[in-house]
């Protein structure tokens, strides 16, 4: 089993929809999660970081952690092609301690239709 | 505000070539990190240095090296390119505090012959 899984897609939704992007992750004591948007030829650049159960809002962006059922989850609303990308989870693992190293997952490819 | 710098952007060797990728970060970071990113592999780790003086082995470690040269920078080194090692590389940074993301550079696209 992968220490971090996505469905790599591509996740396909009509202008203006709820994108819904998922993640899994296997330690259940992982700290520290995040989500990255990389565009096609571009670097990863950060988009949300969660930390706590729960929902945390950042403009069209909410991220969802529930850390008992191990999975983190990326809503976009009102999806526009520029969100057209593929979004990579990141994930803390336990004792990871002063190396600061994140397990990625391969990534789910959007694609926001005109 | 520049960030972590990679250079170069691109790069074509032949096999059995020796090159240095460079990274550097403005952004007064402990941690320091060299991904290799393969289609349908994701972002793997090559070699990370969790501080100034300190390296050590990721993931995908052969056929690279490394040097921490300060605080500012974080160089890999193939000494002898084969072409697996064809892909894109990124430099990453994050400062001390545990939990905090990783900041990346623009990448290297190198291709081996």
């Known amino acids: 089993q992968k220490e971090v899984e996505q469905n790599s897609g591509p996740l396909s939704v009509p202008e203006g929809a709820i994108a819904s992007l998922n993640c899994t992750y296997s330690?259940?004591?992982?700290?520290?999660f995040f989500w990255y948007r990389q565009y096609s030829g571009k670097s990863p650049e950060l988009i949300m970081s969660?930390?706590?159960?729960g929902d945390k809002e950042d403009g069209r962006f909410t991220a969802q952690l529930n850390k008992a059922s191990q999975y983190v989850s990326l809503l976009i609303r009102d999806s526009q092609p520029s969100d057209s990308a593929t979004y990579l989870c990141?994930?803390?693992?336990?004792?990871?301690?002063?190396?600061?190293?994140?397990?990625f997952g391969t990534g789910t490819l959007l694609a926001v239709q005109p | 505000n520049a960030g972590v710098t990679q250079t170069p952007k691109f790069q074509v060797l032949k096999t059995g070539q020796s090159m240095t990728l460079q990274c550097a970060q403005d952004?007064?970071?402990?941690?320091m990190y060299w991904y290799r990113q393969d289609p349908g592999m994701g972002l793997r780790l090559i070699y990370y240095?969790?501080?100034?003086?300190?390296?050590d082995k990721g993931e995908v470690p052969n056929g690279y090296n490394v040097s921490r040269l300060n605080k500012r920078e974080f160089s890999l080194r193939l000494e002898s390119a084969a072409p697996s090692q064809t892909s894109v590389y990124f430099c990453?940074?994050?400062?001390?505090?545990?939990?905090?993301?990783?900041?990346f550079g623009d990448g290297t696209r190198l291709s081996i012959l």
């Open positions: 952004m007064n970071h402990n941690s």
């Open positions: 330690d259940r004591v992982s700290q520290s």
């Open positions: 990141a994930v803390t693992p336990p004792l990871s301690g002063a190396t600061n190293k994140l397990i």
């Open positions: 240095s969790a501080s100034e003086g300190t390296t």
């Open positions: 990453a940074s994050r400062p001390y505090r545990v939990g905090q993301p990783q900041h």
């Open positions: 969660i930390y706590s159960n």
